[in-house]
């Protein structure tokens, strides 16, 4: 049988009272014992129970994470930042996969709300209001990651998505590329797909290029549709040199069919993706790409989450700095 608090502190010889303000870092002991409690609490094993200690300092140290994709590198790079900073804070995450249309989203903000989290991080997802009155009815912080919302109480943190996209295609034009097309994402995506359109379509402008409608065309993010584009792409015009990809995962599909269909990259098309997601280091040729730093992002969410919890004060949103990370999928035209 696991013990229990009552155990500790009879074998401490102390108040139960006392383990718990020493569990839960309150004052009204002495370092005498403190210390005793706490190698008693070591030598029994005992874990503290989460739902007990909540009932003291009104919280579970847990908090939930929404994600349109679970599986993607892109999530797996929010993930890492967001966990890694909540396990050195003491929280525990619990991690919903809302679907890529967040098709379950008010399910999972309900079952959150359930197990009493904390606080809630959104990301990649647009803070629609129903979720956004869902989460005040919950009365818990909320911060967004990869996103962005006009509430002045949920902080976001995130790229400056249109001028990181103008920045890739500028790179391109300095590269010598005048003819250069876009695989975008989602095309009613307010958070990345329409700033991506736009920061593309800016920098063809301001370079004195034309925007050809034929070199635009949409997918998901995702590698299956990246390759389904750049199969369209093809079929549309073989009239560009290069390709902007709105994801590293796309811009991976348009490689593996450039390869496919004999076509070398960067010798006839070159090729940038967008997010820097690990599998950039691991394809043939390594691909060139923007990077928007997810670990970082993550643990920035997670750090205002928290602060928010603890302090119950608003803190400010982020935009954080992207770069140009280059590899071998960009040839520079003379």
């Excluded at 029994?44 to 200690?53: H, K, L, V």
């Excluded at 919280?59 to 967001?82: D, K, W």
Aim: a positive charge; hydrophobic letters at 40%; aromatic letters at 6%.
């Amino acid at each position: 049988m696991n013990p229990t608090i009552k155990d500790v502190a009879k074998k401490a010889n102390v108040s139960i009272a006392t383990v718990s303000r020493v569990l839960n870092n309150l004052s009204g002991y002495s370092d005498k014992t403190k210390q005793i409690v706490l190698e008693t609490i070591k030598e029994m094993g005992y874990q503290p129970n989460a739902i007990a200690r909540g009932l003291i300092n009104k919280r579970t140290e847990t908090i939930g994470v929404l994600l349109p994709n679970v599986s993607s590198s892109f999530s797996s790079g929010l993930l890492h930042g967001i966990e890694q900073y909540a396990h050195d804070h003491n929280y525990s995450v619990v991690i919903c996969n809302t679907d890529d249309v967040g098709k379950r989203t008010m399910k999972y903000l309900k079952v959150l709300r359930e197990k009493q989290v904390d606080g809630v991080i959104f990301a990649s997802e647009v803070l629609q209001d129903e979720y956004y009155e869902a989460l005040k009815a919950m009365n818990i912080p909320v911060t967004l990651v990869s996103s962005k919302t006009s509430h002045p109480s949920v902080p976001y943190v995130k790229v400056d998505d249109r001028k990181a996209a103008y920045d890739a295609v500028s790179y391109l034009i300095r590269k010598g590329h005048k003819k250069i097309a876009m695989i975008s994402g989602t095309k009613e995506d307010v958070i990345a797909g329409i700033p991506r359109i736009e920061g593309y379509k800016q920098a063809l402008k301001d370079n004195g290029l034309t925007f050809r409608n034929k070199n635009l065309v949409y997918g998901d993010f995702m590698f299956d549709s990246g390759c389904k584009s750049m199969e369209q792409l093809l079929q549309n015009s073989n009239d560009f040199t290069a390709v902007f990809a709105a994801s590293d995962e796309m811009a991976i599909g348009a490689l593996s069919v450039a390869i496919r269909k004999g076509i070398k990259v960067p010798d006839r098309i070159s090729i940038i993706g967008y997010d820097n997601i690990k599998l950039t280091e691991m394809v043939v040729p390594p691909l060139t790409t923007v990077e928007q730093p997810l670990s970082q992002m993550g643990a920035i969410a997670c750090e205002k989450l928290i602060s928010m919890i603890e302090t119950g004060r608003v803190v400010e949103s982020s935009i954080v700095e992207h770069k140009i990370v280059e590899r071998q999928t960009v040839k520079t035209l003379t």
